[in-house]
T-cell receptor, first 114, second 114 residues
Framework: AQKITQTQPGMFVQEKEAVTLDCTYDTSDQSYGLFWYKQPSSGEMIFLIYQGSYDEQNATEGRYSLNFQKARKSANLVISASQLGDSAMYFCAMSPFGNEKLTFGTGTRLTIIP | GAGVSQSPRYKVAKRGQDVALRCDPISGHVSLFWYQQALGQGPEFLTYFQNEAQLDKSGLPSDRFFAERPEGSVSTLKIQRTQQEDSAVYLC????????????FGDGTRLSIL
């Protein structure tokens, strides 16, 4: 079984600052994938970034990067130069290789302050 | 459109009625998933199809929940004899498969049981 823990229910960040959203996971699988999704108030889930457990380099996608520390079982999302449009719920999720179903954390509500 | 399409967007039903929720995945996507999202929570896995085969239905809460994808494209989630605890947002996602491919979500169906 997999478990995702997001310990920050809410965060407030000044516009243009960088922000780190924490995610730790627990799994007995050797191979797995880690995902981050953004859910604005309108409700759609938007895929942001993916990291495979065997990837040696941290994933990056534009302003998003994933700080992957396998030994610590953490997969924190870093957003650089935050924008007002980044205000949303952010979910960390994982799936073991060979079974695509996602296990989600409880999410972090990020609010960007102008 | 190019994205995952779900209908209806909102559904209100009386307790005891049957409901059917539709999902039209991205063309060419092999894998299709249903999730249930309670207010303020992360999505919870319900079931998963690869083409027309239902590979995992371990998340379906009871035998009142039934999903199908008869031709490997459009999927329907049916809930019989609805109860108030079925009220939630039902999200559909599709992916190219196999492991490691991101899931792309629809806007969801918000189901309210009175």
């Amino acid at each position: 079984a997999q478990k995702i823990t997001q310990t920050q229910p809410g965060m407030f960040v000044q516009e243009k600052e960088a922000v780190t959203l924490d995610c730790t996971y627990d799994t007995s699988d050797q191979s797995y994938g880690l995902f981050w999704y953004k859910q604005p108030s309108s409700g759609e889930m938007i895929f942001l970034i993916y990291q495979g457990s065997y990837d040696e380099q941290n994933a990056t996608e534009g302003r998003y990067s994933l700080n992957f520390q396998k030994a610590r079982k953490s997969a924190n999302l870093v957003i650089s130069a935050s924008q007002l449009g980044d205000s949303a719920m952010y979910f960390c999720a994982m799936s073991p290789f060979g079974n695509e179903k996602l296990t989600f954390g409880t999410g972090t509500r990020l609010t960007i302050i102008p | 459109g190019a994205g995952v399409s779900q209908s209806p967007r909102y559904k209100v039903a009386k307790r005891g009625q049957d409901v059917a929720l539709r999902c039209d995945p991205i063309s060419g996507h092999v894998s299709l998933f249903w999730y249930q999202q309670a207010l303020g929570q992360g999505p919870e896995f319900l079931t998963y199809f690869q083409n027309e085969a239902q590979l995992d239905k371990s998340g379906l809460p009871s035998d009142r929940f039934f999903a199908e994808r008869p031709e490997g494209s459009v999927s329907t989630l049916k809930i019989q004899r609805t109860q108030q605890e079925d009220s939630a947002v039902y999200l559909c996602a599709s992916s190219l498969g196999p492991t490691g491919q991101p899931q792309h979500f629809g806007d969801g169906t918000r189901l309210s049981i009175l």
